[in-house]
């Protein structure tokens, strides 16, 4: 068994190229834009039929924007201008802190741009960031299937999330359509209470107007409070009418009579609120422009730190040939880092052993015909990390 996907080299200095994550916009960073549209729109129908499984498609560096998916998943967790997640810990009573975790929960999605997508993280790669008191732990724990772990401590808090997602896209002829599965838990450590919660699915349409929506259900529970809520993201209907564009629906109910106490509504890019079904009161729980809109770029805070398996280090060369539009460069670069991947997979192969990951214990077990992944990380705390957002 190894983890040699990835190497360590302490003697040579590292480079990170960080970019500001995505914000409120869909835009990624104010250095990037987007190469021309249809030009990709024809280029990916080509290379695509109806049924795929896209799991082991490769894009060249003209579809990405300059970060792995996973930052993209990290960002998404540390990368806000407001603290909910004090406000999940510190809620005065269970209903309270319900609320905080579902504006929480729909602070992680972030408009998209079509066309374009992160990097596919290769095995062993990691990304590790803090945020004032939170630090944020990310490790690709498994390639194909693609599985991404991701571990989080906020000690003056006492906080901890352990998150596991793995995605399985399919085209189906006018949208591809990605399932976003695996388990996401955020332990209110104060309280004894855990949040366990899905993802809405992503979805990326073709025609009649092309777009990138995050659609489905999505359901919040807390066993030990007996509450939980049900969410349903929705999106344009297929003829493009934008009623119910970026809309977020639901309630909130107590388990087991199932009995509705606050209905949820609004858009998960602008501002949702609870009701009280009791007397009318309602109450914004999350609002778009407050949270997400104008983040900060992360900085490499002690470069010394720097892991090799970084994502803004392992990327950093396809990263500033996106950025200057030097495609042959970035494609160099990005094809470089796959066969690499690739002559280490049939290393491993041709020598019978097994990848273990770094700092995630990875499971599978078969539940209802499907196979469901699971993660424990390796270690309880984790400390500051050399890459930092600004508060």
Known sequence: MVNEGVKENEEEELAAVLTSPLSLD????????????????????????????????????????????????????YCVNDDILSRCANGGTPLERLASVIGWSISMYRPLMFGVAPYNPILGETHYASRGNLNVLLEQVSHHPPVSALHATNEKDNIEMIWCQYAIPKFQGTSIETRVLG???????????????NSPNLVIKFLPVPDVEWLGNVTIQCRESGLEAHLCYKGNSFLGRKGNYRSVRGKIVSSPEMKTLYEINGRWDRSV?????SNGKSTVIYNAKDVISSLKTPIVKEPKELWASESAVIWSKVNEGILSKSWDKANDAKTAIEEKERELARSRMLKGETWVPKHFVLSGSKETGELVWEVEPKNIKLTTAPIVVPL
């Open 183 to 197: 388990k996401r838990e955020l332990r209110l450590l104060n309280k004894g209470e855990s949040y366990v919660m």
């Open 26 to 77: 869909g835009d990624s960073a104010n250095e990037y834009r987007a190469p021309n549209l249809l030009q990709r729109i024809f280029s990916l129908l080509k290379n695509v039929r109806p049924g795929s499984d896209l799991t082991r498609f490769s894009l060249p560096a003209i579809f990405n924007i300059p970060k792995s998916q996973l930052q993209c998943y990290g960002e998404s967790v």
């Open 273 to 277: 609120t609870i009701e009280d079904i």
